[in-house]
Protein backbone atom coordinates (compact mmCIF):
# COMPACT_ATOMS: atom_id res chain seq x y z
CA UNK A 1 0.00 0.00 0.00
CA UNK A 2 1.81 3.63 -0.91
CA UNK A 3 1.88 5.63 2.02
CA UNK A 4 -0.99 8.21 1.51
CA UNK A 5 -2.20 10.85 4.30
CA UNK A 6 -5.83 10.34 6.36
CA UNK A 7 -7.31 13.31 3.80
CA UNK A 8 -5.50 11.45 0.70
CA UNK A 9 -7.72 8.24 2.25
CA UNK A 10 -10.73 9.59 2.44
CA UNK A 11 -10.05 11.30 -0.83
CA UNK A 12 -9.61 8.46 -2.85
CA UNK A 13 -12.52 6.34 -0.39
CA UNK A 14 -14.96 8.83 -2.23
CA UNK A 15 -13.60 8.54 -5.54
CA UNK A 16 -14.45 4.95 -5.73
CA UNK A 17 -17.42 5.56 -4.07
CA UNK A 18 -18.43 7.77 -6.58
CA UNK A 19 -17.53 5.58 -9.68
CA UNK A 20 -19.62 2.73 -7.83
CA UNK A 21 -22.45 4.84 -7.41
CA UNK A 22 -21.83 6.00 -11.24
CA UNK A 23 -22.38 2.49 -12.15
CA UNK A 24 -25.04 1.31 -9.81
CA UNK A 25 -27.14 4.46 -12.10
CA UNK A 26 -25.98 3.37 -15.85
CA UNK A 27 -26.68 -0.20 -14.25
CA UNK A 28 -30.09 0.76 -13.16
CA UNK A 29 -31.15 2.66 -16.69
CA UNK A 30 -29.84 -0.30 -18.78
CA UNK A 31 -32.04 -2.35 -16.21
CA UNK A 32 -35.28 -0.32 -17.12
CA UNK A 33 -34.29 -0.47 -20.97
CA UNK A 34 -33.91 -4.14 -20.92
CA UNK A 35 -36.49 -5.05 -18.75
CA UNK A 36 -39.31 -2.98 -19.23
CA UNK A 37 -39.24 -2.77 -15.42
CA UNK A 38 -40.26 -0.07 -13.27
CA UNK A 39 -37.44 -0.36 -10.90
CA UNK A 40 -36.34 2.80 -8.25
CA UNK A 41 -32.54 2.93 -8.58
CA UNK A 42 -32.29 4.43 -5.04
CA UNK A 43 -33.32 0.89 -3.75
CA UNK A 44 -30.42 -0.22 -4.95
CA UNK A 45 -28.13 2.84 -3.67
CA UNK A 46 -29.53 2.52 -0.24
CA UNK A 47 -28.33 -1.72 -0.62
CA UNK A 48 -25.05 -0.46 -1.76
CA UNK A 49 -24.65 1.36 0.84
CA UNK A 50 -25.59 -1.00 3.68
CA UNK A 51 -23.51 -3.50 2.02
CA UNK A 52 -20.23 -1.49 2.32
CA UNK A 53 -21.34 -0.34 5.41
CA UNK A 54 -21.34 -3.73 6.89
CA UNK A 55 -18.28 -4.61 4.82
CA UNK A 56 -16.51 -1.70 6.47
CA UNK A 57 -17.72 -2.56 9.54
CA UNK A 58 -15.93 -6.22 9.69
CA UNK A 59 -13.08 -4.69 8.45
CA UNK A 60 -12.81 -2.30 11.37
CA UNK A 61 -13.63 -5.01 13.80
CA UNK A 62 -10.94 -7.63 12.53
CA UNK A 63 -8.19 -6.21 14.71
CA UNK A 64 -10.40 -6.35 18.03
CA UNK A 65 -10.49 -2.24 17.63
CA UNK A 66 -12.92 -0.15 16.43
CA UNK A 67 -12.32 3.35 16.97
CA UNK A 68 -13.21 6.95 15.93
CA UNK A 69 -11.51 7.01 12.60
CA UNK A 70 -12.88 4.08 11.50
CA UNK A 71 -16.52 5.10 12.77
CA UNK A 72 -16.24 8.90 11.21
CA UNK A 73 -14.87 6.90 7.78
CA UNK A 74 -17.31 4.71 7.85
CA UNK A 75 -20.31 7.32 8.58
CA UNK A 76 -19.62 9.19 4.98
CA UNK A 77 -21.01 5.86 3.17
CA UNK A 78 -24.06 6.32 4.43
CA UNK A 79 -25.71 8.65 1.78
CA UNK A 80 -28.63 6.60 0.87
CA UNK A 81 -28.85 3.61 2.93
CA UNK A 82 -28.50 3.46 6.59
CA UNK A 83 -27.60 -0.06 8.10
CA UNK A 84 -27.30 0.61 11.56
CA UNK A 85 -30.65 1.94 11.36
CA UNK A 86 -32.00 -0.43 9.24
CA UNK A 87 -30.58 -3.15 11.95
CA UNK A 88 -32.17 -1.23 14.94
CA UNK A 89 -35.91 -1.09 13.60
CA UNK A 90 -35.46 -4.76 12.75
CA UNK A 91 -34.30 -5.73 15.98
CA UNK A 92 -36.18 -3.20 18.02
CA UNK A 93 -33.47 -2.49 19.74
CA UNK A 94 -34.13 0.76 21.97
CA UNK A 95 -30.69 1.59 22.22
CA UNK A 96 -29.91 4.37 19.45
CA UNK A 97 -27.46 3.08 17.34
CA UNK A 98 -26.02 5.59 14.72
CA UNK A 99 -22.36 6.02 12.99
CA UNK A 100 -21.84 8.90 15.09
CA UNK A 101 -21.97 6.76 18.35
CA UNK A 102 -20.95 3.18 17.28
CA UNK A 103 -17.82 2.77 18.65
CA UNK A 104 -18.62 3.94 21.93
CA UNK A 105 -21.95 1.24 21.77
CA UNK A 106 -22.10 -1.17 24.87
CA UNK A 107 -19.84 -4.23 23.82
CA UNK A 108 -22.88 -6.66 24.35
CA UNK A 109 -24.84 -4.45 21.93
CA UNK A 110 -21.74 -4.37 19.30
CA UNK A 111 -21.18 -8.44 19.46
CA UNK A 112 -25.36 -8.94 18.53
CA UNK A 113 -24.62 -6.32 15.29
CA UNK A 114 -21.78 -8.43 14.61
CA UNK A 115 -23.85 -11.73 15.30
CA UNK A 116 -26.87 -10.66 12.86
CA UNK A 117 -24.90 -9.05 10.33
CA UNK A 118 -23.79 -12.01 7.99
CA UNK A 119 -27.74 -12.27 7.21
CA UNK A 120 -28.69 -9.52 6.77
CA UNK A 121 -26.02 -8.58 4.52
CA UNK A 122 -26.62 -11.54 2.94
CA UNK A 123 -30.51 -10.44 2.84
CA UNK A 124 -29.30 -7.29 0.93
CA UNK A 125 -26.84 -8.85 -1.78
CA UNK A 126 -29.70 -11.59 -2.83
CA UNK A 127 -31.78 -8.82 -3.75
CA UNK A 128 -28.77 -6.24 -5.00
CA UNK A 129 -27.27 -8.57 -7.55
CA UNK A 130 -30.52 -9.57 -9.58
CA UNK A 131 -30.56 -6.79 -11.69
CA UNK A 132 -26.59 -6.58 -11.97
CA UNK A 133 -27.17 -10.35 -13.25
CA UNK A 134 -29.81 -9.23 -15.51
CA UNK A 135 -28.31 -6.10 -16.85
CA UNK A 136 -24.80 -8.41 -17.44
CA UNK A 137 -26.62 -11.13 -19.01
CA UNK A 138 -28.58 -8.88 -21.42
CA UNK A 139 -25.32 -6.48 -22.45
CA UNK A 140 -23.43 -9.57 -23.51
CA UNK A 141 -26.20 -11.38 -25.08
CA UNK A 142 -28.19 -8.60 -26.70
CA UNK A 143 -26.47 -5.36 -26.25
CA UNK A 144 -24.69 -3.49 -28.77
CA UNK A 145 -21.82 -2.87 -26.43
CA UNK A 146 -19.00 -5.51 -25.84
CA UNK A 147 -18.79 -7.26 -22.52
CA UNK A 148 -19.12 -10.32 -20.53
CA UNK A 149 -21.29 -11.50 -18.03
CA UNK A 150 -19.69 -9.98 -14.40
CA UNK A 151 -18.73 -6.71 -16.01
CA UNK A 152 -20.85 -4.63 -13.64
CA UNK A 153 -20.06 -6.90 -10.61
CA UNK A 154 -16.77 -6.57 -11.45
CA UNK A 155 -16.60 -2.78 -11.26
CA UNK A 156 -18.60 -2.45 -7.96
CA UNK A 157 -16.48 -5.49 -6.30
CA UNK A 158 -13.08 -3.17 -7.52
CA UNK A 159 -15.04 -0.24 -5.89
CA UNK A 160 -15.72 -2.02 -2.71
CA UNK A 161 -12.52 -3.68 -2.15
CA UNK A 162 -10.55 -0.34 -2.54
CA UNK A 163 -12.47 1.53 -0.31
CA UNK A 164 -12.49 -1.45 2.22
CA UNK A 165 -8.64 -1.06 1.94
CA UNK A 166 -7.81 2.30 2.53
CA UNK A 167 -10.36 2.16 5.68
CA UNK A 168 -7.74 -0.39 6.93
CA UNK A 169 -5.01 2.04 7.00
CA UNK A 170 -7.07 5.03 8.26
CA UNK A 171 -5.58 4.54 11.80
CA UNK A 172 -2.24 4.09 10.30
CA UNK A 173 -2.14 0.51 11.58
CA UNK A 174 -3.51 -1.48 8.68
CA UNK A 175 -3.89 -5.12 8.92
CA UNK A 176 -3.53 -8.31 6.64
CA UNK A 177 -6.29 -9.72 8.36
CA UNK A 178 -8.29 -6.50 7.88
CA UNK A 179 -8.04 -6.76 3.79
CA UNK A 180 -8.28 -9.96 3.95
CA UNK A 181 -11.48 -9.82 5.92
CA UNK A 182 -12.54 -7.68 3.37
CA UNK A 183 -12.12 -9.44 0.29
CA UNK A 184 -13.29 -12.60 1.63
CA UNK A 185 -16.40 -10.99 2.69
CA UNK A 186 -16.84 -9.23 -0.34
CA UNK A 187 -16.54 -12.03 -2.90
CA UNK A 188 -18.66 -14.81 -0.37
CA UNK A 189 -21.62 -12.32 -0.20
CA UNK A 190 -21.95 -11.66 -4.05
CA UNK A 191 -20.02 -14.50 -5.57
CA UNK A 192 -22.70 -16.73 -4.01
CA UNK A 193 -25.89 -15.17 -5.46
CA UNK A 194 -23.68 -14.32 -8.42
CA UNK A 195 -22.76 -17.76 -9.35
CA UNK A 196 -26.86 -18.53 -8.34
CA UNK A 197 -28.31 -16.61 -10.51
CA UNK A 198 -25.84 -17.36 -13.37
CA UNK A 199 -24.86 -20.85 -13.40
CA UNK A 200 -27.13 -22.79 -15.00
CA UNK A 201 -30.20 -20.37 -15.22
CA UNK A 202 -29.37 -17.45 -16.77
CA UNK A 203 -31.36 -14.36 -16.54
CA UNK A 204 -32.92 -12.91 -20.23
CA UNK A 205 -34.50 -9.62 -20.11
CA UNK A 206 -36.79 -8.94 -17.26
CA UNK A 207 -37.03 -13.04 -16.41
CA UNK A 208 -37.93 -13.68 -12.97
CA UNK A 209 -35.44 -15.76 -10.99
CA UNK A 210 -37.08 -19.41 -10.17
CA UNK A 211 -35.86 -21.63 -8.34
CA UNK A 212 -34.36 -24.82 -9.67
Given at each position: MENYDRQDILDKAAQAYDHAERTIMAMDTVFQNVSGADYDPALTLAQFDMILQGV????????????????????QFAMHGDLLKYIQN????????????IANLPEDLVNTLLEVLPQVLDD?????????????????????????PGDFLKSIETDMI???????????????????????????????????????RAL???QEKTDN
Open positions: LLSVACADGVFDELEQDFIRDMGVDTEMSWDLQCESFIYPLAAVDFSYSQYGGVMTTQIAGLLAFVDSEGTDDEICAAVEMIYALEGKHWRDLLSGGSG
